[in-house]
């Protein structure tokens, strides 16, 4: 069997130290561009594969990240299991891989509260945090970097990925308005979660600016689609004269699809519902809803490269845009639609 390649041969055949090598193929440190080239092509010329866990137990790194999410399980499961966290995570998975980091799926649980503590990792990947988060701080107790995807409410220290959750409500209410609705109600979480906030402001904003007399329920994520039902039928009785409700959660979303077929009311024709997560829920609700595209592919990637970013020292953003939300338009809000 050959003799496997060492970072001494490499350093040798490329005339730099190991300190070097090791730099250049982690991008770590400062070498200028035409040595790491140089440094990386010896290395994929001698065949050399870095030692993991030789590596980890000189550096101490994991090379291990967690891809978090602080909803409970009655909101990121369901129909798709982990919906929203698991598209999220097919793409981190493949990002980290890249950048020669494992990726650990820690799955919604019923307690508000992870057990991070036994998890080796170097950062984190937290999915929409609340205000603050318990994971959130425990992570930051441990001194390890952190990206949200979604801002972290009252912590604008904290590195994240924009969702752009203003211009999203704004395009679902607008989009409603276009189709007829005068009469719109939002339905959101009753946990302070940046997602939630921002979608009540841009709401009331844009129901001043077009004479609609506003109509906000909060849910209770514990609940999950139940929860959402329950509220939807007494949202219905409150204010009968509702024509369309918008509903960001997903999972609320389906509790109010059915609260509503149960006052007899027909989709879209009586009443118009739209969401925000063009996820499995989305696609597979009968009627299928009216949803947005979120460009998740795009943002798990950014989140992965911020977090790298950050582990590696060389970060200088905080937000990050990913490309603007599209809308998804389905027969929940416009009858006959053209549909998936």
């Known amino acids: 069997m050959p003799r496997r390649a060492t970072i001494a041969d490499v350093a040798r055949e490329a005339g730099v130290s ?20 140089r440094v990386k092509a010896v ?18 790194e994991a090379r291990t990240i967690a891809l978090i ?3 409970p399980f009655e909101v990121a499961g369901g129909a798709s299991r982990l919906g929203f966290l698991m598209e999220v995570a097919a793409v981190a998975a493949s990002a980290a891989l890249v950048r020669g980091l494992a990726l650990v799926l820690v ?8 057990p991070l503590e036994q998890l080796d990792i170097d950062g984190a990947i937290v999915i929409e945090p609340t205000q603050d988060d318990v994971n959130v701080a425990l992570l930051q107790s441990r001194g390890l970097p952190i990206v949200c995807i979604g801002r972290a409410p009252g ?54 600016a077009h004479g609609i007399d506003p109509a906000v329920v909060h849910v209770d994520e514990a609940g999950g689609e139940q929860a959402a039902y329950d509220a939807c039928l007494r949202l219905l009785a409150q204010h009968p004269e509702l024509d369309a409700i918008c509903v960001p959660v997903d999972a609320f979303a389906i509790g109010a699809v059915r609260a509503i077929g149960e ?14 997560y063009d996820g499995v829920r989305a696609r597979s609700c009968r009627p ?26 060389k970060a200088e953003q905080l937000a990050v845009e990913p490309p603007v939300p599209q809308l998804v338009v389905r027969e929940s809000s416009v009858l006959n639609a053209k549909t998936e």
């Not at 190991?18 to 770590?28: E, F, G, I």
């Not at 290395?43 to 101490?60: C, F, H, S």
Request: net charge positive; hydrophobic share 40%.
């Open 18 to 37: 190991r300190t070097t090598v090791s730099h250049a193929l982690n991008d770590k440190g400062y070498v200028d561009a035409l040595t790491r080239e």
């Open 155 to 208: 912590d604008d220290a904290v590195p994240y990925i924009d969702l752009h959750t203003p211009a999203t409500t704004q395009l679902l209410l607008a989009h409603l308005l276009a189709q007829g609705a005068r009469h719109i109600a939002l339905m959101i979480g009753a946990q302070q979660r940046n997602s939630y906030i921002d979608a009540h402001a841009t709401y009331l904003t844009f129901c001043s």
């Open 288 to 313: 299928p809803l009216t949803a947005v595209d979120l460009h998740l592919d795009d943002v798990s990637s950014l989140a992965v490269d911020l977090l790298f970013a950050h582990l590696g020292g």
């Open 263 to 276: 006052r007899g009311l027909r989709i879209p024709q009586d009443m118009k519902i739209v969401t925000r």
């Open 69 to 71: 999410s602080s909803m």
């Open 107 to 114: 799955p919604p649980m019923s307690t508000a509260r992870l």
């Open 43 to 60: 290395a994929r010329e001698l065949g050399y594969r870095p030692n993991v866990r030789a590596q980890r137990l000189r550096t101490g």
